[in-house]
């Protein structure tokens, strides 16, 4: 009778189900556990949640014990792309980070708020990169990361070698300082108190951007007073396209672009704060002077 067939298939879904239970639960029981030893050399499983903090892993600690990077390690705007091809990648989500069963997680922002609790509730320790305004901060988390991930000589060799680089920029010419324009495709710039001022800075450059913090390119101002430099960044590959919106699209914007001397900057340098804002800072340099030697002849 149909009744009874219906009795029979419901009968048998429910022993499937009843069969799958227990593996269910004993994959639960399996997860990780509530406390993660942590070994007493340098982390050997490392999994890293986002790009900031790949480009740390990728240089300071060993290949073979990287267990994942974030999605973006590999992208253009990843300083350290190609060292990061081969290695496995994770998403940066609670029960994708446990299952890797990692002895040290590093993170800018990858995962979230609530990651570190968790994390923390597992017994895994969570290294957290540290969003520095100015080189000085740069060059103490380039030497803190490399500590924690097994390579303290290692940090402070690179560290020394920013020290090195930054000491042998060409001196400032005397007089004011040439002004220049960060600019990105979003239309975004930045002014004081941000890192991009004091790479700026670094540079021999006044920043033609007179409003602290992160802004809007100033269209109004761009019409009737001209930076020296334009510092482009992010110009590079897919991420240079202009969204339709954005103030770079603007004619006056783009007046700029076409008329003044323009420093193409990788997206890489100055996605993140980490060692390679020097290869900014020294394109900047060289078209200062390059600008101010223009400026006496």
């Known amino acids: 009778m149909p009744w009874m067939s219906r009795l029979a298939c419901r009968a048998r879904r429910a022993a499937r189900a009843l069969a799958v239970l227990p593996a269910i639960v004993l994959a639960a029981c399996a ?6 030893e942590r ?51 994770a998403r940066p989500r609670a029960a994708d980070i446990a299952a890797l069963r990692p002895d040290l997680v590093v993170r800018s922002y990858g995962g979230g708020a609530d990651v570190v609790p968790f994390l923390a509730d597992l017994g895994i320790p969570v290294v957290q ?14 030497v803190r990361l490399a500590d924690a991930l097994g390579a303290p000589e290692e940090g402070r060799r690179v ?45 021999g450059l006044a920043n033609f951007q007179d409003r602290p913090g992160w802004n809007a390119l100033p269209l ?34 783009r007046a700029q672009l076409a008329e003044r001397p323009v420093v193409a900057l990788e997206g890489a340098w100055t996605s993140c704060g980490g060692w390679f804002l020097v290869d900014a800072i020294e394109a900047l340099a060289r078209a200062r002077t390059g600008v101010s030697e223009g400026a006496t002849r």
């Open 129 to 142: 990169i540290g969003f520095p305004q100015t080189l000085a901060e740069v060059r103490a988390e380039v």
């Open 220 to 253: 109004e101002r761009l019409a009737y007073q001209r930076p020296d430099v334009i510092a482009a960044a992010f110009y590079d590959g897919a991420t240079g396209q202009t969204d339709r919106w954005s103030a770079a699209r603007h004619p006056v914007v």
């Open 159 to 203: 560290a020394a070698a920013m020290d090195r680089r930054l000491a042998a920029l060409p001196p400032p010419a005397a007089g004011r300082a040439p002004a220049a324009l960060y600019m990105t495709p979003g239309g975004v710039t930045s002014g004081e108190g941000t890192l991009v001022h004091e790479v700026l800075r670094a540079a």
């Open 31 to 36: 997860g990780p556990p509530a406390q993660v």
């Open 39 to 89: 070994p007493s050399g340098p982390p050997q499983r490392i999994v890293s949640l986002d790009y900031c903090a790949d480009q740390y892993v990728l240089r300071f600690a060993e290949r073979g014990a990287i267990a994942a990077l974030s999605p973006d390690a590999a992208k253009p705007f990843s300083y350290m792309r190609a060292q990061a091809r081969g290695l496995p990648t």
